[in-house]
């Protein structure tokens, strides 16, 4: 049984490192466009610029897993 909270542990330890590492990348990648990235999506409604904000979000998330496992 304590083997299986250990596993329960670690799970959710590299779940919150991903999450923490997935935010980092977004914000990094924010700052690093000319232009607000998340007042065009919300405010302007750029649904071009939201493909491109989930293509990248999608890439990040890979590679996050990816290192993780």
């Known amino acids: ?23 980092v990348a977004f914000i990094i990648i924010d700052k690093l466009t000319p ?6 999506l919300v405010e302007g409604r750029n649904t ?4 491109v904000a989930a293509a990248m979000c999608l890439g990040i998330a890979i590679i996050v897993a990816a290192a993780i496992h």
Not at 8 to 22: C, E, K, M, P, W
Not at 35 to 40: A, C, G, I, M, S
């Open 1 to 23: 049984m304590s083997l299986n909270l250990i596993n329960l542990a670690n799970s959710l330890l590299y779940a919150l490192l991903g999450v923490i590492v997935f935010w």
């Open 48 to 51: 071009a610029l939201g493909m």
């Open 35 to 40: 232009y607000n990235l998340w007042k065009e």
